[in-house]
């Protein structure tokens, strides 16, 4: 007698139907996986990107000095000690906020005006999801990559008027986000601050540029 073994048609349809459940669920797992890695390195680029561009600001504050401060300015309020001259590519004269309830005045502004060691007039601003330099009144320089987004900018400035015997303390925060189209991370916003003290204590603006 012949008999001939094979598979039922409701055998091949299960065999099929699990054969097809668990490629679609490695299929999907690979593909968050992908997903999860191009987040993740659009995560590190966008700190790395504003990480190089904080130490930069860092260095630059660490040895500059007349922070926020017209020369020759020796009133505290905020309008004449930000430097509101019509130089400055974006005063902050009129945006600074004062804090002065503890006795010792901080300002809040939007934007860093200074010198910095070699006697450059540096503006530190955001302009339009980017965090700009401008070097000697020139056209703002965005100093931030395609690959972040900035999404606010602000500096909180303490000990910088004159004869207050106190270091220059700038706080600086910052909020960042990856350029992406992907919406599960397009909208996550890090918050990052720091606060770096200059090395000089008091300036007196006695010759143009001005000196320490």
Same mark, same amino acid.
């Given at each position: /007698?012949? /008999?001939?073994?094979?598979?039922?048609?409701?055998? /091949?349809?299960?065999?099929?139907?699990?054969?097809?459940?668990?490629?679609?669920?490695?299929?999907?797992?690979?593909?968050?996986?992908?997903?999860?890695?191009?987040?993740?390195?659009?995560?590190?680029?966008?700190?790395?990107?504003?990480?190089?561009?904080?130490?930069? /600001?860092?260095?630059?504050?660490?040895?500059?000095?007349?922070?926020?401060?017209?020369?020759?300015?020796?009133?505290?309020?905020?309008?004449?000690?930000?430097?509101?001259?019509?130089?400055?590519?974006?005063?902050?004269?009129?945006?600074?906020?004062?804090?002065?309830?503890?006795?010792?005045?901080?300002?809040?502004?939007?934007?860093?005006?200074?010198?910095?060691?070699?006697?450059?007039?540096?503006?530190?601003?955001?302009?339009?999801?980017?965090?700009?330099?401008?070097?000697?009144?020139?056209?703002?320089?965005?100093?931030?990559?395609?690959?972040?987004?900035?999404?606010?900018?602000?500096?909180?400035?303490?000990?910088?008027?004159?004869?207050?015997?106190?270091?220059?303390?700038?706080?600086?925060?910052?909020?960042?986000?990856?350029?992406?189209?992907?919406?599960?991370?397009?909208?996550?916003?890090?918050?990052?601050?720091?606060?770096?003290?200059?090395?000089?204590?008091?300036?007196?603006?006695?010759?143009?540029?001005?000196?320490?």
């Amino acid at each position: /007698m012949n /008999m001939k073994k094979g598979f039922t048609l409701i055998e /091949m349809l299960i065999t099929v139907g699990l054969f097809t459940i668990i490629i679609t669920i490695a299929v999907s797992a690979f593909t968050n996986a992908i997903r999860t890695q191009q987040q993740v390195s659009s995560l590190i680029s966008a700190q790395s990107n504003v990480s190089l561009a904080l130490e930069q /600001m860092t260095r630059d504050i660490r040895t500059g000095y007349l922070f926020c401060h017209a020369l020759g300015a020796s009133s505290t309020s905020p309008s004449s000690l930000c430097d509101d001259n019509s130089d400055i590519p974006d005063p902050v004269g009129q945006n600074c906020t004062i804090d002065d309830t503890s006795g010792s005045p901080v300002w809040t502004c939007p934007t860093l005006d200074f010198y910095d060691a070699e006697g450059n007039h540096i503006n530190y601003s955001w302009d339009d999801g980017a965090l700009t330099e401008s070097i000697n009144s020139s056209t703002p320089q965005s100093i931030t990559g395609a690959t972040v987004s900035v999404t606010y900018l602000r500096f909180r400035l303490f000990g910088q008027l004159e004869g207050d015997n106190w270091a220059p303390r700038i706080g600086i925060a910052i909020g960042i986000a990856p350029s992406s189209t992907d919406p599960a991370i397009a909208n996550d916003v890090f918050n990052l601050e720091t606060t770096v003290s200059a090395r000089t204590i008091d300036c007196v603006p006695n010759s143009s540029p001005a000196q320490c």
